[in-house]
Nanobody
Framework: VQLQAFGGGFVQAGDSLRLSCKASGINPKITTMAWYRQAPGEQRELVANISGSGNTAYLDSVKGRFTISRDYARNTMYLQMNGLKFEDTGRYYC?????????WGQGTEVTVSS
């Protein structure tokens, strides 16, 4: 299993970004994937997840601003982030699990300037 995340950047508050996570070695139709983030000095937190069937869940602070989705044909997960806030700053990691083992991508940095 390999996960490659990209799409981060430096933006102003209120701007948008779309993160992508390309997966290999998993069956996207039966595998849950998720986005986590970790701000400097903070613990990693779950931002959003999406099941193989497309059910989604979000961290309360991003509801209405972030949308998680996936392209089954490309085996790629996305995180559309609108109305970015300073507190969204952090390194964003994609995650999945297969055969009772967790897999993490290398992360992509998001910096939101206030």
């Amino acid at each position: 299993v390999q996960l490659q995340a990209f799409g981060g950047g430096f933006v102003q508050a209120g701007d948008s970004l779309r993160l992508s996570c390309k997966a290999s070695g998993i069956n996207p139709k039966i595998t849950t994937m998720a986005w986590y983030r970790q701000a400097p000095g903070e613990q990693r937190e779950l931002v959003a997840n999406i099941s193989g069937s497309g059910n989604t869940a979000y961290l309360d602070s991003v509801k209405g601003r972030f949308t998680i989705s996936r392209d089954y044909a490309r085996n790629t997960m996305y995180l559309q982030m609108n109305g970015l806030k300073f507190e969204d700053t952090g390194r964003y990691y994609c995650w999945t699990r297969r055969a009772d083992r967790n897999y993490w991508g290398q992360g992509t940095e998001v910096t939101v300037s206030s």
